[in-house]
């Protein structure tokens, strides 16, 4: 008679049925037949599994220059500084492809610093020192993004990363609205994005320190009122109406791929219990899914979010080029041990949320339970 672990593994139909593609190994080691076989040997073996990943990507990072672990991906923020000037004198112009291309270079520069610069901000991988990654973080996520950094760090970090697809605390369930239909949450609520983010922003204040409070309320109100005064000041604009629509239409020029990617990269994907939950190296290779490269989300989100979000998930302090250096070392890794490595391309993700959204955002996930791996 078959074990009852090896039921619940094998009817679950995130194991066998995955949307995403797992290139070569069509069903992870952790879901076949052999899940009984993973005893105490086998947590020794994963443990073992991940230090050797480790080991192997270390000799990597050992081997990268400054310019490769931090720097490329400093110049490419920087870059978008020096963009800034021109976005803003665009908008002087009285020609309408001038003006498109201004509103397309400040909401390029808008999600650089909020996507890019606030998510490596926030995992310490864009320095090395601790003050100057302090004030990135201060910077990029309240001053641009309008969000509060100890939130933003604390639910990005350390529950989406601590607890990648478990049930109640990483399992990106703040992305789902039940309430919204399928395509008014594909195709309008994305919209509503840069109205949102500092409306939640200010909710979650009331649980910080009175100290906290202040700083962070001084920080949004300097990014939201510079981007007006420089839009008054410097682009000429006379209406205020009309600044504030440039500004919600330039800070909500990538918010459709944005919510996209947040929900693509995890959920309909294996979903673990706290007290059940895999070893590291399962959860991830398990839980996260790549989507192919593209020039410009590669550029305004970053290769850790969109072709290298496996690499980042089991690397975290990695910077964006970082991980796609690691990246053949992971992928060649994990297809070697059987593991599962997910990709998928963005339109087959789009069409799967459209027409499984009831399951997938609607429903409460069914939970993956692989026996002899927590
Ligand atoms: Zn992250």
Redesign the pocket.
């Known amino acids: 008679m078959e074990p009852e672990g090896r039921r619940r593994v094998a009817e679950n139909p995130d194991c066998s049925q995955q949307s995403a593609k797992e290139t070569e190994t069509p069903e992870s080691p952790a879901c076949s037949g052999n899940c009984s076989d993973t005893g105490p040997a086998g947590v020794r073996e994963e443990g073992m599994l991940m230090r050797e990943l480790e080991a192997l990507v270390q000799d990597v990072v050992k081997t990268s220059s400054w310019w490769e672990q931090y720097g490329l991906d400093c110049f490419i923020i920087a870059l978008n500084f020096l963009a800034l000037p021109l976005g803003f004198l665009c908008l002087r112009s009285q020609s309408i492809l001038v003006f498109a291309l201004g509103i397309i270079i400040l909401g390029v520069v808008h999600h650089t610093f909020t996507v890019k610069g606030s ?1 490596l901000a926030s ?1 310490g991988a864009l320095s090395k020192s601790k003050p100057w990654s302090r004030f990135w973080v201060l910077f990029f996520v309240e001053v641009c993004t309008s969000f509060t950094a100890e939130q933003g760090t604390h639910g ?2 350390k529950l ?2 601590g607890y990648t697809n478990v049930v109640g605390l990483g399992d990106s369930s703040t992305w789902k609205l039940p309430i919204l239909n399928r395509y008014v949450y594909m195709f309008l609520a994305p919209f509503m994005i840069p109205i949102i983010t500092p409306l939640v922003a200010l909710g979650l204040l009331r649980k910080e320190e009175p100290r906290v409070v202040l700083r962070t309320l001084c920080l949004m109100s300097l990014g939201l009122f510079s981007h007006y005064w420089l839009l008054i000041k410097v682009s000429g604009f006379q209406s205020s109406g009309f600044a504030l629509l440039c500004m919600f239409v330039s800070r909500g020029l990538l918010a459709h791929p944005y919510l996209h990617v947040n929900i693509f990269q995890h959920i309909g994907l294996p979903m673990f219990s706290l007290d059940k939950k895999p070893q590291r190296i399962h959860m991830m290779s398990l839980g996260v899914l790549n989507l192919p490269r593209n020039p410009i989300l590669d550029w305004t989100f970053g290769h ?1 979010i969109i072709s290298c979000h496996v690499e ?1 998930h089991l690397f ?1 302090r990695l910077s964006d080029n970082m991980c796609l250096k690691v990246k053949p070392v992971v992928s060649q890794f994990l297809r070697r041990n059987q593991l599962p490595y997910n990709e998928d391309s963005y339109l087959s993700r789009f069409g799967l949320f459209l027409s499984r959204y009831e399951e997938l955002m609607v429903q409460a996930p069914p939970i993956t339970d692989i026996v002899g791996l927590q």
């Open positions: 998510h995992h990005h970090v989406h990363h850790s980042h975290p």
